[in-house]
T-cell receptor, first 109, second 116 residues
């Protein structure tokens, strides 16, 4: 069946360290979206990737879509306490949109 | 832009009560709205997809008679949890999008439902 996985499940970093979360699909994707959910909050759309090998940057965040369009990564450079939250990838499988299980990021000051 | 309002944000009620949650797109017309359920420290589980003027499409395992969805206009969808029981306690969150697929979802603030 179609599955989307995210690793790691949890990540604890010291403020200033880098962080990366990976999203992997069992099938080729048309696009991938990334969302961030702060503790107690709702998911907020970050970015959408469409093209094979695409790389997009938002300040300290770098998003990459794999060449085979089956995986993606979100990298945060020099984390800050404001980066705390759960990062979800979301993918379309036909008419269905599925969220990954998320990576929960903790940043220690 | 793309603001979604969800109301109420918190509900505590007795078992057997029916609870209605509203989801409104404030500054755009939402072709499609989604209803999710989220347990603590878990991902969002899609319950149903709602298109304006048509019946909602429910995910497998979600009882349509238990979770009534109405999408009467392009700016409003409602979820009614009928005869709620403690096991229905959860965080319910809606999202809206301009079209069904390939568009970002804009989320409401969510509703924390606690059934005593």
């Amino acid at each position: 069946g179609q599955q989307v996985m995210q690793i790691p499940q949890y990540q604890h970093v010291q403020e200033g360290e880098d962080f990366t979360t990976y999203c992997n699909s069992s099938t080729t994707l048309s696009n991938i979206q990334w969302y961030k959910q702060r503790p107690g909050g709702h998911p907020v759309f970050l970015i959408q990737l469409v093209k094979s090998g695409e790389v997009k940057k938002q300040k300290r965040l770098t998003f990459q879509f794999g060449e085979a369009k089956k995986n993606s990564s979100l990298h945060i450079t020099a984390t800050q306490t404001t980066d705390v939250g759960t990062y979800f990838c979301g993918v379309n499988y036909g008419q269905n949109f599925v969220f990954g299980p998320g990576t929960r990021l903790s940043v220690l000051p | 832009g793309a603001v979604v309002s969800q109301h109420p944000s918190w509900v505590i009620c007795k078992s057997g009560t029916s609870v209605k949650i509203e989801c409104r797109s404030l500054d755009f017309q939402a072709t499609t709205m989604f209803w999710y359920r989220q347990f603590p420290k878990q991902s969002l589980m899609l319950m149903a997809t709602s298109n304006e003027g048509s019946k909602a499409t429910y995910e497998q395992g979600v009882e349509k008679d238990k979770f009534l969805i109405n999408h009467a206009s392009l700016t409003l969808s409602t979820l009614t949890v009928t005869s709620a029981h403690p096991e229905d306690s959860s965080f319910y969150i809606c999202s809206a999008t301009f079209s069904h697929s390939n568009q970002p979802q804009h989320f409401g603030d969510g509703t924390r439902l606690s059934i005593l």
